[in-house]
């Protein structure tokens, strides 16, 4: 996610450099085509192309709001995993029985650890990462390390935290109201876990794109033929710089549609899931914890 802006004007014509040479060439075609052809009869009224370009602004903005809808409902996500998973391990701490010297026993510890466990491989899953590969998961996953190869980790996470918790209660380490309270708290986990999922694996119509590109791209070739026999050569920076407008405002679309990638855009979630695991294990009395990623040099935090 990117914190602080330190980008330029050129960084943004060089990310889309096709496009700008493009826009760059359709602004100097009728210039071209008025003073060195001298087919002035080539020139188009004004009135359509500004209700083209009208028409166009409203296309592209209402798909670029409706990608910023899914990256902010992603935040939202995860937002209630950070505060669903502070709670599980209040309850796991408050609700189980603790040692004789007062310290988290070796179920609670397991079932804390086990939580970090599965943000982690929430984490990994949502970026399409190798589970296998990712050194947080692989250092808070121990035992369980045997679940990696199932088609839903995460699921399989929980579903191992719920019969963990089942065990004690049939133990008697837990009463009937407070496991109930658990199962509520990972309910919810699963909920958050399904609304990620959804977006991740629900693109937004494919069409949406094309036709955006497609409709910028022919306006940039009409446009300059309406004005550049009051503007001249200077049609082509105006040119370029209306078409381009259009073109990033749709691209900021394309790049917000996901959240969950590692793209500058993409949602911290390296950040989010330690900072979980900081804020557990420090209830847990552990010392020797990893330090939650800050903001880089380029000004962006994953």
């Known amino acids: 996610m990117m914190v602080s802006n330190r980008g330029s004007v050129l960084r943004l014509l060089f990310w889309q450099?096709?496009?700008?040479?493009?826009?760059a060439f359709a602004g100097a075609l009728a210039p071209a085509v008025h003073r060195v052809l001298g087919w002035?009869?080539?020139t188009l009224p004004l009135p359509p192309l500004v209700i083209l370009g009208s028409t166009i602004g409203i296309f592209v903005s209402f798909r670029t709001n409706q990608a910023y809808?899914?990256?902010?409902e992603g935040r939202?996500?995860?937002g209630r995993m950070v505060n669903a998973s502070r709670h599980f391990a209040s309850q796991v701490l408050a609700y189980l029985p603790r040692g004789p010297s007062g310290a988290p026993t070796e179920l609670q510890r397991e079932l804390v650890l086990r939580h970090v466990a599965y943000v982690h491989a929430l984490r990994v899953s949502l970026r399409a990462q190798d589970a296998t590969k990712d050194p947080d998961l692989q250092r808070t996953i121990g035992d369980d390390g045997a679940l990696v190869g199932r088609s839903n980790l995460t699921y399989a996470l929980v579903a191992t935290q719920q019969r963990a918790l089942t065990g004690a209660a049939d133990r008697g380490e837990l009463d009937a109201l407070r496991l109930q309270s658990f199962d509520v708290t990972l309910a919810e986990l699963l909920a958050v876990q399904g609304g990620c999922e959804r977006i991740k694996r629900t693109p937004m119509p494919k069409g949406y794109g094309f036709i955006a590109d497609r409709l910028v791209v022919f306006f940039s070739f009409l446009l300059p033929f309406a004005l550049a026999v009051e503007l001249g050569w200077m049609i082509v920076p105006i040119n370029l710089l209306i078409c381009l407008g259009f073109q990033l405002i749709g691209e900021a679309g394309r790049v917000l549609e996901d959240p969950?990638?590692?793209?500058?855009?993409?949602?911290?979630?390296?950040?989010?899931?330690?900072?979980?695991?900081v804020n557990v294990r420090e209830e847990l009395?552990?010392?020797e914890l990893p330090p939650v990623p800050v903001v880089d040099a380029n000004g962006i935090l994953m």
């Open 40 to 42: 002035h009869w080539m």
């Open 285 to 287: 009395g552990d010392s």
């Open 69 to 72: 809808a899914r990256w902010w």
């Open 260 to 277: 969950f990638t590692m793209f500058w855009n993409g949602l911290p979630l390296s950040q989010l899931s330690t900072m979980i695991e």
């Open 76 to 78: 939202q996500l995860w």
């Open 17 to 23: 450099w096709r496009y700008s040479v493009l826009f």
